[in-house]
């Protein structure tokens, strides 16, 4: 598989960067906005994804895309376009930058090609055109990361050069996630046989190969630093958390007994929590016993220096690891029976709940002050909160139809 690249000159410079907001000046000639295009035209909604943070996220439709704002929650920018809309639209944090690729039916960006669109400069400011449809991309300050079905390219943002290639196994959903700190790079994708999952350390120049599961991956998520892994896997019923250094597992959770389709998986920026997303029409939420060490000290330098100990786990529910306003998962009433029974009946199942209706897709993240924020594919945006002493179910606080739409094939 092979690729090209075009680029203007001069443009990749980090200060450059600025805050997304709605921009004036020249477009695009492929890019010219259509006032006359209203809320009430049919919209069809491809795609939704959050930004680095989960402060905002971009919604891909048949016209274009816009970008939303969630905490206060009001849509920040929108850009209509003639050539059609967009499959895939990646934020960079709240910056001018974003990635996109358009749909079946955009005339001028097909499937096959990576757009880097300044706002700031409402132009194209690079191109990546490769033999075979992306199926992903993802954004960090300093790379951009085009995923296909059989292989992951991997670019320097500022020149948009190559710098590593990454075999995998069948990678339809175009599963990859990234680290985002600044001292950090991370990224974690399917291995090369089912189950399995690679993560590369790139700033320590380690690869780390995780045997997951035993059947496909079907999601998985990193936390900012990279440290810790989540994954789910086609069964959909088990979520494993795994520190990314040296493999090891740390702790599991169950979502049902039920084989499920796994839509999202978000963890919480204090690993605390863990939300799971399916097509059951429940979002989960676990208590997780993880955490970093020293986090309770003003300072803890000695730990920054050593990553491969920032993390620890605990072997029991009850251990002081956990926060004193923290619960715990609950488990199987057979659990005393652990090692007799199967496995099944020693599960830790989840702490809180939210039930949605099983017609769409829904993705989950975690806003401020445990609440939970939740897209939908119908244009629903829902925000709700758990008790952390107490779990059950969650508080609807806000429900928002941010798209009228249909959702269609892409």
Not at 203 to 223: E, F, Q, V
Not at 367 to 378: A, C, E, Q, R, W
């Amino acid at each position: 598989m092979t690729s090209a690249v075009s680029t203007s000159r001069g443009i990749f410079s980090p200060p450059g960067f600025g805050v997304y907001e709605p921009m004036g000046g020249a477009s695009s000639p492929h890019l010219q906005p259509q006032p006359e295009i209203g809320d009430n035209d049919e919209t069809e909604l491809y795609c939704v994804s959050w930004n680095q943070d989960y402060g905002c996220f971009a919604a891909g439709t048949s016209r274009g895309f816009r970008i939303y704002s969630c905490d206060p929650f009001k849509e920040t920018f929108r850009r209509d376009l003639r050539s059609g809309g967009f499959k895939i639209v990646e934020m960079l944090f709240r910056c001018n930058i974003l990635a996109l690729v358009g749909s079946k039916a955009n005339t001028h960006y097909p499937p096959n090609k990576v757009i880097i669109w300044d706002d700031h400069q409402s132009r194209c400011i690079g191109e990546f055109s490769f033999r075979s449809e992306v199926r992903a991309v993802k954004l960090r300050r300093d790379r951009v990361v085009v995923v296909l079905e059989h292989k992951i390219y991997v670019y320097n943002f500022m020149d948009l050069k190559l710098l590593h290639q990454i075999e995998t196994v069948a990678n339809p959903r175009g599963l990859c996630c990234l680290s985002h700190h600044l001292n950090t790079s991370a990224l974690a994708c399917p291995g090369l046989r089912r189950g399995q999952v690679r993560v590369e350390h790139f700033g320590l120049n380690m690869t780390k190969i995780i045997n997951a599961h035993d059947s496909k991956i079907a999601c998985m998520t990193l936390t900012m630093d990279g440290l810790l892994l989540a994954t789910a896997s086609m069964r959909g019923t088990l979520i494993r958390i795994f520190n990314t250094m040296d493999g090891t597992r740390l702790q599991e959770v169950r979502r049902g007994a039920d084989k499920a389709d796994i839509y999202s998986i978000a963890l919480s920026p204090n690993v605390q929590w863990l939300a799971v997303s399916s097509d059951k029409g429940t979002v989960h939420i676990f208590s997780l016993r993880v955490r970093v060490v020293g986090e309770d000290r003003a300072a803890d330098s000695s730990a920054a220096k050593s990553p491969a100990l920032l993390y620890q786990i605990s072997s029991n529910a009850l251990d002081p690891l956990i926060s004193p306003s923290t619960g715990a998962n609950p488990g199987s009433s057979f659990s005393f029976l652990k090692g007799v029974l199967p496995k099944y009946f020693s599960s830790e199942w989840s702490f809180a709940q939210f039930h949605l209706p099983e017609c769409t897709q829904f993705i989950a993240a975690f806003g401020s002050h445990n609440s939970v924020i939740i897209l939908g594919m119908d244009g629903s945006f829902y925000r709700c909160s758990f008790d952390p002493a107490k779990g059950g179910l969650m508080v609807q606080q806000e429900y928002i139809r941010f798209l009228k739409t249909e959702t269609r094939p892409k």
